[in-house]
């Protein structure tokens, strides 16, 4: 199945998608480690990136107490494999490496059980420390000393996440009543086994154990080989603080995301936001997430603003690792405010239906005109289905081409397409403005072209990864935001990537042709965090 492969895509600004398999091969490092992938272009313009896709060594009971040696014998574990993952990558000349969300730990602890896991965490801000050459400076941080080490070996910098622990005085306000902030915490090493930098996520996801930073971390590091990173974890991506304001005053053109992201289709497969955010921002962003298929737990990537190179499997219960050679500059899609050449017959069809003109083919013997406000509009039911735990106002999408629109509260969503054959699948242009209240309160506006569970429209919205149905099309709204993500997913978890995005006439608009395989999602996920 297409899912059980590491997949690479890449696209040029105006030409077709090419789609490719990257010769992939077993790795021999025993039963926890995973394969390997390589893509290569320009060295002189790129630097050597990876992400591992790990299966983590679970506490069978994260609810119980332990003692500080039982916890570190569980880590101790992971971190063996994290040691031969980034063996493996240095013999690849791997600059820079990411390792997931909850890896060495795990997840489901209690404030108070997962006490023992918790690394003591030094502010790099205020001291300069190598755990690895000095690491006796500080009591309980033998994650920390491991992970310098592996930095030094590697001869890369290394990005990881762990628990740490911060003790706080009485007299400070928010410290919680055991005398001590428990944070989620990224670290960053140098090449030479030194603390860079540290994040303490922030948007927390129902994790009890963990505390939220009193103010935002907003983590940068600079690299010699390629600039600037910005850090965050999971849950962040969906927030303007800290990954938006990374992006917009930082100066950021890569970013390193650990994640312990449970897929949701149709519209948050873990490498569906992740490829979304590269493309929205136009940067780069390793990604790495666990790998625990029975919970829904799998996806990673190397994902530039054109080309990709994920994993993603519900199947094998291995991990991945990913290498890959990315742009040191990343070059985002082609805007419609920059767009050259020839116009081909849909995209004129849509300039002209946005401009509110009639539109007009003319065949052999006579010009014939359709009103763009009425064609194919008037017949069709608007009908509502849950997508993703909202109410969604959708109209199905039927026959071999159309142009139709929906709207819900001051966000209106339009479709025109063209089908070279119908697939015996029901499609539907949806529509949703409104506050998310379910997992996370967070305000959204999404137009999306689903392909349905089933035939009943009450399918539409279920969780699917198989299609058949192939379109060209232009989907586009009249959204109150800037902050808009292109989800676009084809059969078998295949990530493809839009022709052209961009503004017109006060509309965001996606367009693709071409398609490689059957359409499961296509949408425009616009976040209005103000609203939040």
């Given amino acids: 199945m297409p899912s059980r492969f590491m997949v690479c895509i890449m696209s040029g600004t105006r030409s077709k998608l090419a789609l490719f398999l990257c010769g992939c091969y077993v790795v021999a490092l025993g039963a926890h480690t995973g394969e390997e992938c390589v893509a290569r272009h320009h060295e002189a313009e790129s630097y050597v990136a990876a992400v591992y ?24 574990q992971n971190l063996d494999i994290y040691e031969q993952q980034v063996m493996t990558a240095a013999q690849k000349g791997v600059q820079i490496m990411v390792f997931p969300e909850d890896g060495i730990h795990g997840f489901n602890f209690t404030r108070t059980s997962i006490y023992p896991f918790l690394d003591f965490m030094p502010s790099p801000q205020v001291v300069r420390w190598n755990p690895c050459l000095e690491p006796h400076r500080f009591n309980d941080t033998e994650v920390l000393q491991r992970l310098s080490c592996m930095a030094i070996k590697g001869d890369m910098f290394l990005v990881a996440n762990l628990g740490t622990k911060q003790p706080c005085h009485i007299n400070d306000p928010g410290c919680p009543d055991d005398g001590r902030y428990q944070f989620n915490t990224d670290v960053v090493f140098s090449s030479n086994g030194t603390l860079v930098d540290r994040y303490r996520k922030h948007n927390l996801y129902f994790e009890a154990a963990f505390d939220v930073p009193l103010q935002v971390d907003h983590t940068t590091f600079d690299t010699p080989f390629a600039g600037r990173f910005g850090v965050f974890t999971c849950f962040d991506i969906l927030f303007f603080s800290p990954a938006v304001r990374l992006l917009r005053d930082y100066e950021v053109k890569h970013v390193v ?8 289709l149709p519209l948050l497969a873990a490498i569906e936001i ?11 962003v390793l990604a790495a997430n666990v790998h625990h298929p029975v919970l829904g737990m799998t996806g990673s990537g190397i994902h530039t603003p054109l080309k ?6 519900m ?6 690792l990913i290498i890959a050679q990315v742009a040191k500059n990343p070059v985002g899609l082609i805007d419609a405010e920059n767009a050259t050449g020839e116009m081909d017959p849909s995209h004129s069809k849509f300039l002209k239906i946005l401009s509110g003109d009639p539109y007009c083919e003319k065949d052999a013997q006579e010009v014939h005109c359709d009103e763009a406000t009425k064609w194919n509009r008037n017949a069709l039911p608007i009908f509502h289905s849950e997508m993703m735990y909202d109410n969604f106002t959708l109209v199905p999408v039927w026959g071999k081409e159309g142009y139709l629109h929906v709207c819900s509260n001051g966000l209106c969503c339009y479709l025109l397409y063209e089908r070279p054959t119908v697939s015996e699948e029901l499609y539907a242009l949806g529509v949703f403005d409104g506050l998310h209240t379910v997992h996370g309160t967070y305000y959204i506006q999404v137009c999306a072209l689903v392909r349905c569970g089933g035939l009943g429209f009450d399918t539409c919205g ?8 192939i379109f060209e099309f232009h989907l586009w709204g009249n959204f109150s935001t800037s902050y808009i993500f292109p989800l676009f997913l084809t059969s078998g978890m295949t990530l493809d990537v839009p022709d052209q995005l961009g503004w017109e006439n006060d509309h965001y608009f996606l367009r693709k042709s071409g398609l490689s395989s059957g359409l499961v999602t296509a949408a425009l996920y616009g976040r209005l965090y103000e609203r939040d």
């Fill in 53 to 76: 896709e790990h299966p983590s060594i679970l506490s069978p009971n994260p609810l119980a107490l332990t003692s500080r040696q039982q916890a570190l014998e569980l880590m101790n």
């Fill in 257 to 264: 995301y650990p994640t312990a992201w449970m897929n949701q």
């Fill in 274 to 284: 992740q490829k979304a955010f590269a493309v929205a921002f136009g940067v780069n």
């Fill in 308 to 313: 990709s190179f994920w994993y993603h499997d």
């Fill in 315 to 320: 199947e094998n219960p291995n991990g991945r």
């Fill in 462 to 469: 279920q969780e699917i990864t198989e299609a058949t149905g």
